[in-house]
């Protein structure tokens, strides 16, 4: 095993020690931020998704939406909290929180593995930088997040097992191959489509450096596939016992209406192959043009300059530079951070050239490449396919490749003629990457409301601790009085319509609608009302529903139901 240097093996110098505590103080701001801004729409939704069936709804019966399994392992943590606090009061905050302690793990865990095998300082910001770029600003586990989370988890357990070949025995490289093979079929199950990431990675464990020795390659696919055996056998034992023909997806009301019929539930985009391809590259170039711009330049300079000594300095310094035009792009163009940590990780291919062959920590470096790096943007391409706004969602799998390509940046470095504490230098520049997140995080949120406008603290309800503007803080302590004041002990369900999913969160009553994200599906809807609960007690409507919603639920909303409250932009109505 190679020996990393330790940064506790002799007294840190001045200047660094000065900069892990700006870094120190940078980790607080980012975990700090997730007390900052409600995003009543992708948030309320998935939360609302987990907690679906705990206010009672089947699984993947009376649920009929394709996110749920991805958004199924928040539930466990919200059921912990509805019990231990009784009530749904702060369940946003709580589900950050949850977000942040994982996202804690999940990097302590990455550091680990990585300071086996590189420099501490290396490893330490490369897993910082990537891990301070919150995935579109959503602070919580949602089914992208469950995603990422499960597939490094994977990918980093492989790339331990691979770097250690001559060190693990024999009995724990497959103990962990086959928790690689569990976390990714948790994967899987939170994201269906990362079934190709499953194949190629069970590829690459059968064909990757196979001629180290052909039988352990061969145990090696084996216990992946018993551990993605073991998760799909307890996900069988369920469906079986509920009955597959219970299942939402095998009904007859979805199988005529068609997989795409429930409105933004499905991972099988409607739009075509072609239009898929195209906005993979297209889209993508459009995201990244004045850094590939940089880069091209940055390549140009690293030709030009091939026989001077200093080449490698300059090549980061305009790594550096390119990093700040990206950041820069994306803020005007409000990509936010994704884009940033993507076009980080272009670089991994040109410092991996600059490296040095006799460079002893080149071997690892392709691995990090062949085993994270590239499933990882296969995993992008998968969201591409998948998902609506393809391209933008490219950046959720590519990202992990920044990690390589900071410690590759460190590792270049310290082959350049540079006089000064490499570390020194290292972490400054590093440093100045993790400041571009941090302002990006503060600068913009996902749903457009500046962080640093949100100066007013919620005192209840499902929002209860978050910050936010004066005029939301009011609005919501406000409409959940006024929905608890409307709904009677005999009420059971509620609908809700376009922009007022938050209000399934804020009762205990069953969610009354085929998906949550609303009801314009008015057939379907109705379809839904005659297999389970019949009409719903509550309907809550936003009063700019009418330009989103089905004439036809209109209609049926004004003949029966009686309008109870109207609080602050929503309409609360009860059935007469």
């Not at 005999?490 to 949550?516: Q, R, V």
Request: glycine share 4%; with cysteine.
């Amino acid at each position: 095993m190679l020996k990393s240097d330790s940064l506790i093996k002799k007294p840190l110098n001045r200047g660094l020690t000065i900069i892990l505590i700006i870094n120190a103080f940078f980790v607080f701001l980012t975990i700090a931020r997730a007390f900052f801004c409600i995003a009543i729409l992708d948030e309320a939704f998935n939360v609302g998704q987990a907690n679906r069936t705990i206010q009672g709804n089947q699984f993947l019966v009376e649920n009929w939406d394709y996110f749920q399994t991805g958004d199924s392992f928040l539930t466990p943590f919200l059921y912990i909290f509805i019990k231990v606090t009784g009530s749904s009061e702060g369940i946003i905050l709580f589900s950050r929180i949850v977000f942040i302690v994982l996202q804690t793990l999940l990097s302590v865990f990455i550091f680990r593995i990585l300071s086996r095998y590189f420099d501490r300082i290396a490893a330490f910001f490369s897993v910082l930088i990537y891990e301070t770029a919150v995935l579109f600003l959503l602070f919580y586990m949602w089914y992208d997040n469950w995603e990422v989370y499960f597939r490094l988890i994977g990918l980093f357990l492989i790339v331990l097992v691979n770097c250690s070949y001559d060190k693990l025995s024999p009995k724990k490289s497959y103990l962990m191959i086959f928790l690689a093979g569990v976390v990714h079929a948790c994967m899987v199950y939170a994201y269906p489509t990362m079934i190709i990431v499953y194949i190629l990675v069970l590829s690459l464990l059968y064909f990757y450096k196979r001629k180290q020795n052909t039988k352990i390659h061969k145990y090696r696919v084996l216990f992946y596939i018993l551990g993605s055996a073991f998760v799909f056998i307890i996900f069988l034992s369920y469906v079986l016992r509920i009955g597959i023909n219970k299942l939402f997806v095998f009904n007859d009301v979805i199988s005529k209406a068609g997989l795409s019929s429930t409105g933004r539930a499905g991972f099988f985009s409607a739009e075509s192959i072609i239009t898929k391809t195209e906005s993979l590259f297209v889209e993508n170039i459009q995201y990244y043009a004045l850094g590939l711009i940089v880069l091209v330049v940055d390549l140009l300079m690293l030709y030009l300059l091939r026989k001077n000594k200093n080449r490698n300095l300059w090549f980061c310094i305009i790594m550096v530079f390119g990093f700040l035009v990206q950041l820069v792009n994306s803020i005007v163009t409000s990509d936010c951070i994704n884009m940033l940590m993507t076009y980080v990780s272009f670089y991994t291919i040109p410092l991996y050239y600059l490296l040095k062959k006799e460079n002893e920590k080149r071997e690892i470096y392709k691995d990090l490449i062949v085993l994270v790096m590239i499933p990882s943007y296969v995993a992008g391409v998968a969201y591409n396919y998948t998902a609506l706004f393809g391209a933008l969602k490219f950046a959720c799998g590519a990202r992990p490749g920044a990690m390589i390509t900071i410690l590759l940046f460190y590792e270049v470095l310290k082959q350049s003629e540079i006089r000064k504490d490499i570390k020194l230098v290292f972490g400054s520049l590093a440093t100045f990457i993790v400041a571009m997140n941090v302002f990006t995080m503060y600068y913009v949120s996902f749903e457009g409301t500046k962080p640093y406008l949100c100066n007013t603290q919620i005192r209840n309800g499902i929002f209860k601790g978050l910050f936010d503007m004066p005029e939301n803080a009011r609005r919501y302590e406000k409409v959940e009085k006024d929905l608890a004041e409307v709904i009677s002990d005999s009420d059971k369900t509620i609908t809700c319509g376009p922009y007022a999913m938050e209000f399934y969160l804020m009762t205990d009553l069953k969610p009354n609608a085929a998906n949550l994200w609303d009801p314009n599906n008015t057939e379907l809807l109705f379809q839904y009302y005659d297999m389970y609960y019949g009409e719903p007690d509550i309907i809550v409507l936003h009063d700019s529903a009418d330009d989103v919603t089905s004439p036809e639920f209109l209609e049926f909303v004004d003949e029966n139901y009686e309008l109870a409250r109207y609080t602050d932009g929503y309409f609360i109505f009860h059935r007469k």
